[in-house]
């Protein structure tokens, strides 16, 4: 019997963009939302989304698959270098279809889906600008995410339950396996009563990381980590829903610690962050300790960052695992993210200031930035190795010289671990082999970024797996998959 929809858990990217190629090929879709307001994480993507090569990368562009390739498998480190056989295949052909499929995954955003994408960014580990965003005010998860539910929800063959949360995948026992045929999720009623309810079909698990699960598996992969604050809104991850009915999952201690979250006002204990985009160093922000020196190549990978700061900084006497770093931006950079520097300084998480005032309580900041801006004229060679600069305009530093500064501090951010996929976006089992009628998309999945994942690349996944997962379970349910036979 063909079941009445496919479901799809998660509103985030992943889900959304899974959603969208179903309907495309005029598949019914259930999308099951735990929350009251769609969009996750994806809705708050501050940096943008990578592609390479594309029509709006700035020229000369030397970008190529070839190179993103590189940054991508250079930045994955240690679980990728390590992994063989099977393991070693399936980890190149996910990152292999990552890169090969993002100028495509980009072009479907601005040319099918209407988002506009021109502004690129160079972030940490990027051997060159490639990570997208809008030139307009809003920041690209919201643009993205929003444009992509309008365009869904217009379609009658979209049905969209929020408050739904999912507690079971439904397999049905039978050869090789057996295969999934539905969920079980809870619904919460009024008098706070919870009911349990059904839905069958194939199912796409798009249900995001477990950044924001710091009593659960977080405490389970990563002990070490409790205390220090998180981008993510407290959720538990659902990689256990998919072990509970076989599915194998990898690399789930590779947890990335951003380096820059705001530590607000007051007493600056609040657990979950406002994140300070990459792209605020990507467009020439710099780093400096307390008493305003530099100590890191800003565009280094996260880990590198994240690590040079927890060496370098004093912590900060708060509750909350902090360390005491400012980012400091000059005008030209500050212009270049002007929309995301008025929530920022709207927010009191950024002030303008001058070099005069700002020295009075960091002494060696007026010098780091003279040393800085000769490193930006190609006087000096940066001594952290620094070679990007971004939108950093001020070629002489003067006591009124206008810069921006905010307090930030390293932030639980992204869980690469998660369920094995391989190209497909199917989910295997321990044996390596695929489940039926089960794909997942996006931070839910692992493997893909190793031990630490590029900025950029998380949007990225989202849409180049959830197309994937949404031909895939197309062509399952309409019976032409040979598994579906
Ligand atoms: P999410 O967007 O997190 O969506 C998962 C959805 O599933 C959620 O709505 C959740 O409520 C729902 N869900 C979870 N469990 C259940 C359940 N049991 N039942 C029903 N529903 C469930 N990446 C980039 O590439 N570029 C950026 O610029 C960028 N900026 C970021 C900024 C911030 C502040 C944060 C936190 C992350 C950022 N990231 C960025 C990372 C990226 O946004 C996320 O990793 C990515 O969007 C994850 O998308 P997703 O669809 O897999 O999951
Ligand atoms: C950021 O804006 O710094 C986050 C980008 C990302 O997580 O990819």
Redesign the pocket.
């Known amino acids: 019997m063909t079941p009445s929809a496919i479901i799809v858990?998660?509103?985030?990217?992943?889900?959304?963009?899974t959603t969208s190629q179903l309907l495309t090929h005029r598949i019914p879709v259930l999308l099951?939302?735990?929350?009251p307001?769609?969009?996750?994480?994806?809705?708050?993507?501050?940096?943008?989304?990578?592609g390479a090569p594309t029509r709006f990368q700035p020229l000369p562009s030397l970008d190529s698959i070839a190179t993103f390739q590189t940054d991508t498998i250079n930045s994955a480190g240690g679980p990728y270098i390590s992994a063989t056989g099977a393991e070693k295949a399936r980890r190149e052909r996910l990152i292999a279809t990552l890169t090969e499929r993002s100028a495509e995954g980009i072009y479907w955003l601005t040319d099918e889906v209407g988002v506009e994408l021109s502004r690129v960014a160079r972030l940490g580990g990027h051997s060159v600008a490639r990570?997208h965003?809008g030139s307009g005010k809003k920041?690209?998860?919201y643009d993205i995410?929003s444009t992509l539910l309008g365009r869904v929800s217009a379609d009658e063959l979209f049905r969209m339950e929020t408050e739904?949360?999912?507690?079971r995948i439904l397999k049905e026992e039978g050869q090789e396996g057996g295969r999934v045929v539905g969920?079980e999720?809870a619904v919460v009623k009024e008098g706070n009563q919870t009911v349990v309810e059904q839905a069958y079909g194939p199912v796409v698990v798009?249900?995001?990381?477990f950044?924001g699960d710091a009593r659960g598996l977080l405490a389970q992969y990563r002990p070490d980590l409790a205390g220090i604050p998180?981008?993510?809104e407290e959720?538990?991850?659902?990689q256990p829903?998919l072990q509970e009915i076989g599915a194998a999952v990898v690399d789930m201690e590779q947890v990335q610690v951003?380096p820059t979250g705001f530590v607000e006002g007051g007493d600056g204990e609040a657990m979950v962050k406002?994140?300070a985009?990459?792209?605020l160093r990507g467009e020439g922000g710099i780093l400096v300790l307390g008493d305003g020196r530099r100590f890191v190549n800003e565009l280094e990978t996260r880990e590198k960052v994240t690590g040079e700061v927890m060496e370098r900084a004093e912590k900060l006497p708060t509750k909350a695992r902090q360390w005491d770093v400012k980012l400091v931006l000059d005008e030209g950079a500050a212009a270049a993210l002007e929309s995301h520097l008025g929530f920022y300084m709207w927010k009191g998480l950024i002030r303008k200031t001058t070099v005069g005032e700002l020295g009075e309580e960091m002494a060696a900041l007026e010098g780091t930035l003279r040393e800085y801006v000769d490193v930006v004229s190609g006087k000096k060679k940066d001594e952290f190795g620094r070679e990007s600069f971004g939108n950093w305009t001020i070629t002489e530093v003067k006591p009124e010289s206008v810069v921006y500064v905010g307090k930030v501090t390293p932030v639980v951010?992204?869980t690469m671990g998660g369920v094995v996929i391989n190209e497909l976006s199917q989910v295997l089992d321990a044996q390596g082999r695929p489940i039926p009628g089960l794909w997942a998309?996006?931070?839910?999945?692992g493997g893909l970024h190793g031990q630490n994942?590029l900025?950029?690349?998380?949007?990225?996944?989202?849409v180049v797996f959830?197309r994937i997962a949404g031909d895939e379970a197309a062509a399952f349910y309409k019976g032409l998959a040979p598994s579906a036979q």
């Open positions: 858990i998660g509103s985030g990217l992943a889900g959304l963009t099951l939302e735990r929350f307001k769609p969009g996750g994480n994806s809705i708050k993507a501050s940096s943008g989304i990578n990570t965003r920041t690209p998860g995410v739904r949360r999912v507690t969920v999720y798009a249900s995001g990381g950044a998180s981008t993510n959720r538990e991850g659902t829903l951003h406002i994140l985009a990459e792209a951010h992204f998309a996006g931070e839910i999945t994942r900025g950029g690349s998380s949007l990225l996944e989202c959830g």
